[in-house]
């Protein structure tokens, strides 16, 4: 399974950027998540999407970004984007197997940067 990342880009602070992530042929989906990286930290979780339609942000996102997803693609919406905000941003697609446990599949990243 291959995950496809768009929408990274350089914007200035105050300012929005959507990215969007299709998951392609992919079944049994439990869940869609977006994840980010800043340079010397480790990965934490932004946003996620459950099958059923319901969200959950990080508090340092909430009210800034929204979470949403369509036909096994995910997206994620930045408004009031601040430096802080500056990382390399990752899809994350949760599936139940056959045999009871999940299994995560990783897009590439994107890079988002975010000038003062």
């Known amino acids: 399974v291959q995950l496809q990342a768009f929408g990274g880009g350089l914007v200035q602070a105050g300012g929005s950027l959507s990215l969007s992530c299709a998951a392609g042929r992919i079944f049994s989906i439990n869940d869609m998540s977006w994840y980010r990286q800043a340079p010397g930290k480790q990965r934490e979780l932004v946003a996620v999407?459950?099958?059923?339609?319901s969200t959950n942000y990080a508090d340092s996102v909430k009210d800034r970004f929204t979470i949403s997803s369509a036909k096994n693609t995910v997206y994620l919406q930045l408004n009031s984007l601040k430096p802080e905000d500056t990382a390399d941003y990752y899809c994350n697609v949760r599936v139940r197997t056959m045999f009871g446990t999940t299994r995560d599949f990783w897009g590439q990243g994107t890079q988002v940067t975010v000038s003062s």
């Open positions: 999407i459950t099958s059923g339609g």
